[in-house]
């Protein structure tokens, strides 16, 4: 169910359609990348590397708000933990798969997901 804020947002589809389309280029760029290091680095070093940089953006971001003590609470601490290391293991396993893979199966694979 939608709140009223969401309800009276201008709906703009020239930028949806751009940030869908900047999206994807920029995880395509990321998954080169990922296949160009997997040759020289554990995917274990990349995934820890993708972290910092993800983390540099958040703290900025976490910088600007009123009250971030309230960014961390959460009414299950043990999902958000479980659900941090599903994204290490799912991470760590592309990066793998990169490693073992052709870079266009590989995506081919990844895009074939539901």
């Not at 947002?9 to 997997?38: E, Q």
């Not at 995917?43 to 993800?54: D, H, S, T």
């Not at 958040?58 to 009414?75: C, D, G, N």
């Amino acid at each position: 169910m939608a709140t009223p804020a969401q309800s009276a947002a201008p709906i703009r589809p020239l930028a949806g359609i751009a940030c869908m389309a900047s999206a994807a280029l920029l995880y395509g760029g990321f998954d080169a990348l990922v296949k160009w290091l997997a040759a020289d680095f554990s995917p274990f070093q990349i995934v820890c590397l993708r972290g910092l940089f993800a983390f540099l953006p958040w703290a900025l971001w976490l910088t600007r708000e009123s009250e971030p003590a309230l960014v961390y609470v959460t009414p299950r601490p043990a999902l958000q933990v479980l659900r941090g290391l599903l994204g290490f293991a799912a991470l760590s396993c592309f990066a793998l798969a990169f490693r073992a893979l052709p870079l266009a199966i590989a995506m081919a694979i990844a895009y074939s997901a539901p």
